[in-house]
Nanobody, 127 residues
């Protein structure tokens, strides 16, 4: 399995930007589909974005389209989530996840597609 460590969370005001990072070790990320999920207090963990299997076309949840961008930097074995125009409802713990090729038949919008998870990073957006 690949080990994932998120960073970059924090407390910001509405309208601000943040960039989350997910550093991987143990495996090369280019062999995985990567995703970001988030979980707000009292809610289920939900899909935010994925690089997809090819890494060419990314996919996003409707509520972040046009505001968030997922990207990867293979040289650093790191995946990013750039977040703009943050809203209070974006407040959550954000998790990075990796899906190995064995999960190819799963939808990358579903949690069970991913077999490695980071510990999460807190993002709090004040109004």
């Amino acid at each position: 399995q690949v080990q994932l460590v998120e960073s970059g969370g924090g407390l910001v005001q509405a309208g601000a930007s943040l960039r989350l990072s997910c550093a991987a070790s143990g495996r090369t990320l280019s062999n995985y589909a990567m995703g970001w999920f988030r979980q707000a207090p009292g809610k289920e963990r939900e899909f935010v974005a994925t690089t997809g299997w090819s890494g060419i076309t990314s996919y996003y949840a409707d509520f972040v389209k046009g505001r968030f961008t997922i990207s990867s930097e293979n040289a650093k074995n790191t995946v990013y989530l750039q977040m703009h125009s943050l809203k209070p409802e974006d407040t959550a713990v954000y998790y990075c996840a990796a899906a190995s090729r064995s999960r190819f038949t799963y939808s990358l919008r579903e949690r069970n597609a991913y077999d490695s998870w980071g510990q999460g990073t807190q993002v709090t957006v004040s109004s």
